[in-house]
C-alpha cells in the first residue's frame, strides 16, 4: 500500500496557557480533497501552519510520501511542494498581478535584470493551465477578493505546488465566487493536487470534500466521507451538541424611525460616486438587511453612516439628530455601534491586548477612566465579563488581539459593540469567520437587539442569514437601491437575480415604474 503523499504524525503545539495541538495525526493522499472542519480555535490553522513551516510543532513529525522532512520555513515547505492560502491574503496590494505571483521566484536575464515580458508571459501560461484567468498587468488592490484569491493559489502553483492548503478559503467570497472557487478546486485536483479546505461551513465540506476531519480543542474528534453523513452530524461533531441552523423569530413590532438616510450621495477612493443618491430608514424593533454583492456601494455608504467617510451630498439623521458629518466618536456618542466588515483595519487594534480593544471607543467615559487615566479594575472587569459572555478562547485578558484565531477576534468586536448597548446596530458580515455554534449565538444576539426596541442595519453577502434575520431587505445596485423586499417575500433566486443587476433594465432614467417583459410591474 502507498505512503500518504503527506502525513502529520501526532502534532503538539503549546501556546502561553494554551495547548492548540493535542497530539494530531492527520493524513492526505495524493488528489484527495481533505476538509479540516472544526470551531474557531479548534488548532485547524494551527496545524497547517506547522506543516507550511510558520510555526515550529513541540512533539510528532511530518512524513513526505514516507520519508520524514524538517520544515522550518515555507521556503522549505514551498520546496517540498506545499502552498498555502491563507485566510488574510499575503498580497502586496500596489504591485501588479504579475509582480505579485513571480515575487521572490522572478525570471531574469543574463545580466541578472528581472525579465518582465517573461514573467508575464510566465503567469499567462499558468493561468490558462489551470483555468485561472487573471489580468497579469491588473493592479491587486484594483481586484475583487475571489480574484485575489485567484492570484494567491497561482502564486502557489507557480512554485510548483503539489499540496495546497486552502484557509478559510470562502470567509470573504460571494455565493458565485465560492462556487468559480470549487470549480477550480476540483480542476486542480483533476490536474493531480492534493487539496486540504480549512472550514467551517458545513455545507461546503458536503459540496466539495473527499473525506472530512474534524477537530475540536486541539484534537481530531471524528473523521467521515460527506456520504456517510450530513449537515447536523457534522454540526455535532464539530460542537459537541445539536445546533439550530436557522433561529426562531418573532413577529417584528416596528416602532419609529431611529436611523434616516436621505439622498445621501457618497464618494469611493477615485472619488467617484460610489452611493448615488440613497435614501431609507430603519426603525427601532427592526432588521434592515442590505443586500448587494461586494463592490456595489455598501462599504462606502456604512462607512459614511458610520463617521469614517465622508458624505458628498444629502443628510442622515440618528434619533432626530443630524449626524450627516459626525466623526466616528460622535456617532459612537449619538448611540450608534459598528461591526465592521474588515476586522483587522476598522475592528481591532491587533497590537493591543483584550482589554484596550474592549474599551476603544469608551476609553475616555467613566467608569474606564477618570481626569484621563484609565481605571483598570472596571476594565478588567468588564473585559472578563464579555469575553466570558460571547465565548471569547483566550488563555488571559492580556494577550494581543493578533494572538486569537479569526472567529475569536470577531467575536470580541462583537462583544464591545452590542456591550455597549447602541440605540443603532451598524452590522456588516457579523458572522464571517464564525462557526456553526458561533453564528447561532450571534443571530440569537442580534435578534435580542431587535426584540429590545433596537434598530439593526446588517449588511451581509451570505443570503441566508439575511434570510434569517431581516424583517425587511434592500437591494443595493451599482451604489443605488434596486428594489425592497419584506421578510419571506422572496426566494434566493430572486433576492440574487436582483443582486447582480437583473431588475437594472426594469428602471427608467427617473426610477420609474416600468413594464418588465412578463407583464410584471417593478419599482
Same mark, same amino acid.
Given at each position: 500500500? &502507498?505512503? %500518504?503523499?503527506?502525513?502529520?504524525?501526532?502534532?503538539?503545539?503549546?501556546?502561553?496557557?494554551?495547548?492548540?495541538?493535542?497530539?494530531?495525526?492527520?493524513?492526505?493522499?495524493?488528489?484527495?480533497?481533505?476538509?479540516?472542519?472544526?470551531?474557531?480555535?479548534?488548532?485547524?490553522? +494551527?496545524?497547517?501552519?506547522?506543516?507550511?513551516?510558520?510555526?515550529?510543532?513541540?512533539?510528532?513529525?511530518?512524513?513526505?510520501?514516507?520519508?520524514?522532512?524538517?520544515?522550518?520555513?515555507?521556503?522549505?515547505?514551498?520546496?517540498?511542494?506545499?502552498?498555502?492560502?491563507?485566510?488574510?491574503?499575503?498580497?502586496?496590494?500596489?504591485?501588479?498581478?504579475?509582480?505579485?505571483?513571480?515575487?521572490?521566484?522572478?525570471?531574469?536575464?543574463?545580466?541578472?535584470?528581472?525579465?518582465?515580458?517573461?514573467?508575464?508571459?510566465?503567469?499567462?501560461?499558468?493561468?490558462?493551465?489551470?483555468?485561472?484567468?487573471?489580468?497579469?498587468? &491588473?493592479?491587486?488592490?484594483?481586484?475583487?477578493?475571489?480574484?485575489?484569491?485567484?492570484?494567491? $493559489?497561482?502564486?502557489?502553483?507557480?512554485?510548483?505546488?503539489?499540496?495546497?492548503?486552502?484557509?478559510?478559503?470562502?470567509?470573504?467570497?460571494?455565493?458565485?465566487?465560492?462556487?468559480?472557487?470549487?470549480?477550480?478546486?476540483?480542476?486542480?485536483?483533476?490536474?493531480?493536487?492534493?487539496?486540504?479546505?480549512?472550514?467551517?461551513?458545513?455545507?461546503?465540506?458536503?459540496?466539495?470534500?473527499?473525506?472530512?476531519?474534524?477537530?475540536?480543542?486541539?484534537?481530531?474528534?471524528?473523521?467521515?466521507? %460527506?456520504?456517510?453523513?450530513?449537515?447536523?452530524?457534522?454540526? *455535532?461533531?464539530?460542537?459537541? *451538541?445539536?445546533?439550530?441552523?436557522? #433561529?426562531?423569530?418573532?413577529?417584528?413590532?416596528?416602532?419609529?424611525?431611529?436611523?434616516?438616510?436621505?439622498?445621501?450621495?457618497?464618494?469611493?477612493? *477615485?472619488?467617484?460616486?460610489?452611493?448615488?443618491?440613497?435614501?431609507?430608514?430603519?426603525?427601532?424593533?427592526?432588521?434592515?438587511?442590505?443586500?448587494?454583492?461586494?463592490?456595489?456601494?455598501?462599504?462606502?455608504?456604512?462607512?459614511?453612516? +458610520?463617521?469614517?467617510?465622508?458624505?458628498?451630498?444629502?443628510?442622515?439623521?440618528?434619533?432626530?439628530?443630524?449626524?450627516?458629518?459626525?466623526?466616528?466618536?460622535?456617532? $459612537?456618542?449619538?448611540?450608534?455601534?459598528?461591526?465592521?466588515?474588515?476586522?483587522?483595519? *476598522?475592528?481591532?487594534?491587533?497590537?493591543?491586548?483584550?482589554?484596550?480593544?474592549?474599551?476603544?471607543?469608551?476609553?475616555?467615559?467613566?467608569?474606564?477612566?477618570?481626569?484621563?487615566?484609565?481605571?483598570?479594575?472596571?476594565?478588567?472587569? #468588564?473585559?472578563?465579563?464579555?469575553?466570558?459572555?460571547?465565548?471569547?478562547?483566550?488563555?488571559?485578558?492580556?494577550?494581543?488581539?493578533?494572538?486569537?484565531?479569526?472567529?475569536?477576534?470577531?467575536?470580541?468586536?462583537? &462583544?464591545?459593540?452590542?456591550?455597549?448597548? %447602541?440605540?443603532?446596530?451598524?452590522? &456588516?458580515? %457579523?458572522?464571517?469567520?464564525?462557526?456553526?455554534?458561533?453564528?447561532?449565538?450571534?443571530?440569537?444576539?442580534?435578534?435580542?437587539?431587535?426584540?429590545?426596541?433596537?434598530?439593526?442595519?446588517?449588511?451581509?453577502?451570505?443570503?441566508?442569514?439575511?434570510?434569517?434575520?431581516?424583517?425587511?431587505?434592500?437591494?443595493?445596485?451599482?451604489?443605488?437601491?434596486?428594489?425592497?423586499?419584506?421578510?419571506?417575500?422572496?426566494?434566493?433566486?430572486?433576492?440574487?437575480?436582483?443582486? +447582480?443587476?437583473?431588475?437594472?433594465?426594469?428602471?427608467?432614467?427617473?426610477?420609474?415604474?416600468?413594464?418588465?417583459?412578463?407583464?410584471?410591474?417593478?419599482?
Amino acid at each position: 500500500m &502507498a505512503s %500518504p503523499l503527506i502525513e502529520m504524525r501526532e502534532i503538539t503545539k503549546h501556546f502561553p496557557g494554551v495547548l492548540a495541538n493535542d497530539r494530531v495525526s492527520l493524513s492526505l493522499d495524493a488528489g484527495e480533497i481533505v476538509a479540516l472542519l472544526g470551531e474557531n480555535g479548534a488548532g485547524k490553522s +494551527t496545524l497547517m501552519n506547522v506543516v507550511y513551516g510558520l510555526l515550529s510543532p513541540d512533539g510528532g513529525e511530518v512524513l513526505m510520501k514516507g520519508d520524514t522532512v524538517h520544515i522550518r520555513s515555507p521556503r522549505q515547505a514551498i520546496d517540498l511542494g506545499i502552498g498555502m492560502v491563507h485566510q488574510h491574503f499575503m498580497l502586496v496590494p500596489p504591485l501588479t498581478v504579475t509582480e505579485n505571483i513571480v515575487l521572490g521566484n522572478e525570471p531574469t536575464r543574463a545580466v541578472g535584470a528581472i525579465d518582465f515580458k517573461q514573467a508575464r508571459e510566465d503567469v499567462r501560461e499558468i493561468s490558462r493551465r489551470y483555468g485561472l484567468a487573471v489580468d497579469p498587468d &491588473a493592479i491587486v488592490r484594483d481586484l475583487p477578493v475571489g480574484m485575489q484569491q485567484r492570484v494567491e $493559489i497561482l502564486k502557489a502553483l507557480y512554485r510548483g505546488a503539489r499540496v495546497l492548503i486552502l484557509d478559510e478559503p470562502t470567509a470573504v467570497l460571494t455565493p458565485q465566487e465560492v462556487r468559480e472557487l470549487f470549480e477550480v478546486v476540483r480542476s486542480l485536483v483533476g490536474e493531480g493536487l492534493s487539496v486540504v479546505f480549512i472550514t467551517h461551513k458545513l455545507e461546503e465540506v458536503m459540496s466539495i470534500a473527499d473525506r472530512v476531519v474534524v477537530m475540536r480543542d486541539g484534537r481530531v474528534v471524528g473523521e467521515t466521507r %460527506p456520504k456517510d453523513t450530513d449537515t447536523a452530524g457534522l454540526a *455535532r461533531m464539530m460542537v459537541g *451538541r445539536e445546533v439550530v441552523f436557522r #433561529v426562531e423569530k418573532k413577529p417584528s413590532t416596528s416602532g419609529s424611525a431611529i436611523l434616516e438616510i436621505d439622498d445621501v450621495r457618497v464618494l469611493n477612493e *477615485r472619488q467617484l460616486e460610489a452611493v448615488k443618491g440613497v435614501s431609507f430608514a430603519v426603525n427601532a424593533g427592526e432588521i434592515l438587511a442590505l443586500a448587494g454583492v461586494s463592490g456595489n456601494g455598501q462599504t462606502e455608504l456604512i462607512e459614511a453612516i +458610520t463617521g469614517l467617510r465622508k458624505v458628498a451630498g444629502g443628510t442622515m439623521r440618528l434619533k432626530g439628530v443630524d449626524i450627516t458629518h459626525a466623526a466616528a466618536r460622535e456617532a $459612537i456618542a449619538a448611540g450608534l455601534s459598528h461591526v465592521p466588515e474588515d476586522r483587522h483595519r *476598522r475592528g481591532l487594534i491587533l497590537e493591543f491586548n483584550l482589554m484596550e480593544n474592549i474599551i476603544l471607543g469608551d476609553h475616555r467615559q467613566a467608569p474606564f477612566a477618570k481626569h484621563g487615566v484609565l481605571n483598570f479594575v472596571p476594565i478588567t472587569e #468588564v473585559t472578563r465579563k464579555r469575553v466570558a459572555d460571547y465565548d471569547v478562547r483566550t488563555p488571559s485578558e492580556l494577550v494581543k488581539a493578533s494572538a486569537l484565531s479569526g472567529g475569536n477576534q470577531q467575536k470580541l468586536v462583537l &462583544a464591545r459593540e452590542l456591550g455597549r448597548d %447602541p440605540d443603532l446596530l451598524v452590522a &456588516a458580515q %457579523p458572522t464571517r469567520g464564525l462557526d456553526v455554534g458561533a453564528i447561532e449565538f450571534v443571530h440569537n444576539q442580534i435578534l435580542a437587539e431587535r426584540d429590545k426596541g433596537k434598530a439593526v442595519l446588517l449588511v451581509s453577502l451570505e443570503l441566508e442569514e439575511v434570510q434569517t434575520l431581516a424583517d425587511r431587505i434592500l437591494i443595493i445596485f451599482e451604489g443605488r437601491i434596486v428594489k425592497e423586499f419584506v421578510a419571506g417575500e422572496a426566494s434566493d433566486e430572486e433576492l440574487g437575480y436582483y443582486m +447582480t443587476g437583473g431588475g437594472g433594465d426594469k428602471l427608467s432614467a427617473e426610477g420609474e415604474e416600468v413594464m418588465v417583459p412578463d407583464g410584471r410591474a417593478d419599482a
